[in-house]
């Protein structure tokens, strides 16, 4: 596989803004693990493979486990997520395919339940900034597998394990 462009490269601005919404979602109050979570299971309906390369790698590194990671597909036949991780993770898949069915009421409420409305927008926010990184990824061809951990998910290793 190969590269179509360095979109960075093309358009440093875009990037620029880009950047500034992910470094609001990294410092919004979300739990780190959850955050991963979300841009994983995001990546997966998109089919993006170098976020899937970049954010499995980034939440290993920050002490999530092989199983929940392994499962995300098919979370909703597992036990291994909290409430409000399955909350979350309805929400991301609403938003990311809202051209199917908008998001239905129910998948609404029972994100409301779990997260206050500061939380939610925010939410909805790391999901639309990891749908844009997955549309750029995919539009130009990112390719996978060179990514390594930056040290963002250092500091992230302690809240995981404080989240659980």
Not at 77 to 85: A, D, G, H, Q, S
Not at 138 to 163: C, D, I, K, L
Request: with cysteine.
């Amino acid at each position: 596989m190969k590269s179509r462009l360095d979109y960075a490269k093309a358009s440093p601005e875009a990037l620029k803004a880009m950047w500034g919404l992910e470094n609001y979602i990294r410092h919004c109050g979300l739990e780190h693990p959850l955050l991963e979570l979300v841009k994983v299971r995001a990546s997966q309906i998109n089919g993006c493979a170098y976020c899937l390369d970049m954010h499995n790698k980034d939440a290993r590194a920050a002490g999530e486990t092989e199983q929940r990671l392994y499962s995300l597909a098919a979370w909703e036949e597992t036990p291994f997520y909290t409430e409000r991780e399955r909350a979350a993770l309805a929400w991301t898949e609403a938003v990311t395919l809202v051209g199917e069915e908008h998001v239905p009421d129910h998948v609404f409420e029972q994100a409301r339940a779990c997260f206050n409305e500061k939380e939610l927008v925010d939410l909805t926010m790391a999901i639309v900034t990891i749908n844009g990184w997955n549309r750029l990824a995919v539009s130009f061809r990112a390719v996978p597998g060179t990514y390594q951990p930056h040290a963002h998910t250092e500091n992230a290793v302690a809240e995981t394990a404080a989240s659980r």
